[in-house]
Each structure stands twice: as structure tokens, then as C-alpha cells.
């Protein structure tokens, strides 16, 4: 039971490239989300899903976008990187009822 | 822009003694969590308190709950070296999801051996 995996760990890409932020859950949580983490700052929602083929926008949604095809995996997408999207992105779980959120390890991202 | 802010935004003391960190926040919520980050690592989830509460303990963790004054604290007792890390309150508001969480900006906490 691995919880909330997330890959790659580091990427690092140049202005203008696209890319894709894996996260993949086995714990059959149907609430997914993205959060990016920059330096001193607290955690802030990208994007967010309730469940397979829904999906919402969070407090930061510019720049993103995201699909839900599978209970399993919610991908990120970014489709033209730029250096305000240097940060660490952190995919978390949760299911209803319980509040907890269960988080991945994190992707640390660099955009030259 | 962001719910909670927490404060001091660094705290640093020694083996033992208690810390205590504050979180306030803007907007009536539902729950009110406290979730820590060791350097480099994801957020592991601590304790929850509910609006309706007014304190909770988990092992060594006290929380507080004042939502008169939209404002929480944390207090870490007997403090240890592997409690270094930096602890955020998150809140979820009330009226939308109980998943949409708003992080504040969090506390670093040192403890010296």
C-alpha cells in the first residue's frame, strides 16, 4: 500500500516546454488535488476533483490543466512552462467523512 | 489569497520545553487542521478540531479552538529534536467543501538537542 505516489521527483525544464506531473493514489480516495509550495508560502489549490471525470479549479488554476479519468491517477498538466511555475507540487488525497488529506511526496519543478 | 497565517513564522528552543504556535484565520470554517512538513517531505496530517470545539489532545498535542476570535494555537509539549519541522494550520470554510483546504504560510520549528 503506497498511498500517494508522485513522479517524477525533479524535472527541470526550459521556458515554453510542456509537461506532465504524474500522481497516482491506491488507497480508492475519490477526492484528488494539486497544491503548489514556493519558498515560505503555505500550500495553494490548483486544481482539485470529487471524483472520475470531475474536476474543478482551486485558488491558483492559471497556467493548468487537469483530467480525471480513473479513481486511480489525476495528472497535471502544464502546457507551456514559465519561471512563475518554479515551485514544489504536492498531490494529496481524501475521502468523505474524514477530513484528513493523505499528501505525495512532491514533485520539485524548475522552469529556466 | 490565503485563510490562515500563522505566527511566530520561526520559533526555535530547546529539547524539553513546550512550543506553542497561533494560526488566525478570515473566514467561518468547518474544521481547522494542523499538518507538519520535515524538509523536503510532504505534509503528514496531525489533529483536527471542529468548529464546535474548543480544545483537543492527541499524545504530546494541544489544540485550541476560538472561533469568537478566528484563531487557533498549537502547543507541542516536551518538545524533541524530531518535532523540527514546519507545522501548518489549514482551514476549510464553512459553506464549501470540506476537501478545499486554504494553508497558511506556516511556522518553522527548531528544537535544539
Known amino acids: 500500500n503506497a498511498g500517494v505516489t508522485q513522479t517524477p521527483k525533479f524535472q527541470v525544464l526550459k521556458t515554453g516546454q510542456s509537461m506532465t506531473l504524474q500522481c497516482a493514489q491506491d488507497m480508492n480516495h475519490e477526492y484528488m488535488s494539486w497544491y503548489r509550495q514556493d519558498p515560505g508560502m503555505g500550500l495553494r489549490l490548483i486544481h482539485y476533483s470529487v471524483g472520475a471525470g470531475i474536476t474543478d479549479q482551486g485558488e491558483v488554476p492559471n497556467g493548468y490543466n487537469v483530467s480525471r479519468s480513473t479513481t486511480e491517477d489525476f495528472p497535471l498538466r502544464l502546457l507551456s512552462a514559465a519561471p512563475s511555475q518554479t515551485s514544489v507540487y504536492f498531490c494529496?488525497?481524501?475521502?468523505?467523512?474524514?477530513?484528513?488529506?493523505?499528501f505525495g511526496p512532491g514533485t520539485r519543478l524548475t522552469v529556466l | 489569497s490565503q485563510q490562515g497565517e500563522e505566527d511566530p513564522q520561526a520559533l526555535s528552543i530547546q529539547e524539553g520545553e513546550n512550543a506553542t504556535m497561533n494560526c488566525s484565520y478570515k473566514t467561518s470554517i468547518n474544521n481547522l487542521q494542523w499538518y507538519r512538513q520535515n524538509s523536503g517531505r510532504g505534509l503528514v496530517h496531525l489533529i483536527l478540531i471542529r468548529s464546535n470545539e474548543r480544545e483537543k489532545h492527541s499524545g504530546r498535542l494541544r489544540v485550541t479552538l476560538d472561533t469568537s476570535k478566528k484563531s487557533s494555537s498549537l502547543l507541542i509539549t516536551a518538545s524533541r529534536a524530531a518535532d523540527t519541522a514546519s507545522y501548518f494550520c489549514a482551514t476549510d470554510h464553512s459553506g464549501g467543501s470540506n476537501y478545499k483546504l486554504t494553508f497558511g504560510k506556516g511556522t518553522l520549528l527548531t528544537v535544539n538537542p
Open positions: 494529496a488525497i481524501g475521502t468523505s467523512g474524514y477530513n484528513e488529506q493523505f
